[in-house]
């Protein structure tokens, strides 16, 4: 099981961009991770998801075309860029692996079993 670290959050004007590292322990080939964001009136949502397999990529319609995730294989670090920052983008970002495929749907965050502690990122108007 690997063990995920995230950095790169940070306050940021509205706007701006954005770049999220998750660096994890172990191989992370053909597994599912993903970034996901937590606010206590949303609660943990979904942003973006890829297979590493295929490097097939998901996004939430809430920050599809401002937000690309990708992965370097040979770092072992998950990305998340984000520009045209909003402050609803406001959250603790999580970065979340799980073995194996995506499951559908691949916003659930039961369906990942290993997570970081997050990064939070601020946005101000």
């Known amino acids: 099981q690997v063990h995920l670290v995230e950095s790169g959050g940070g306050s940021v004007q509205a706007g701006g961009s954005l770049r999220l590292s998750c660096t994890a322990s172990g191989n992370t080939d053909s597994i599912c991770m993903g970034w996901f964001r937590r606010t206590p009136e949303k609660g943990r949502e979904g942003v973006a998801v890829i297979y590493t397999g295929n490097s097939r990529t998901y996004y939430a319609d809430s920050v599809k075309g401002r937000a690309t995730i990708s992965r370097d294989g040979a770092k072992n670090t998950l990305y998340l860029e984000m520009n045209n920052l909003e402050p609803g983008d406001t959250a603790m970002y999580l970065c979340?692996?799980?073995?194996?495929?995506?499951?559908?749907?691949?916003?659930?965050?039961?369906?990942?079993?290993?997570w970081g502690q997050g990064t939070q990122v601020t946005v101000s108007s």
């Open positions: 979340a692996a799980e073995e194996g495929g995506c499951y559908t749907p691949v916003f659930e965050p039961d369906a990942f079993g290993t």
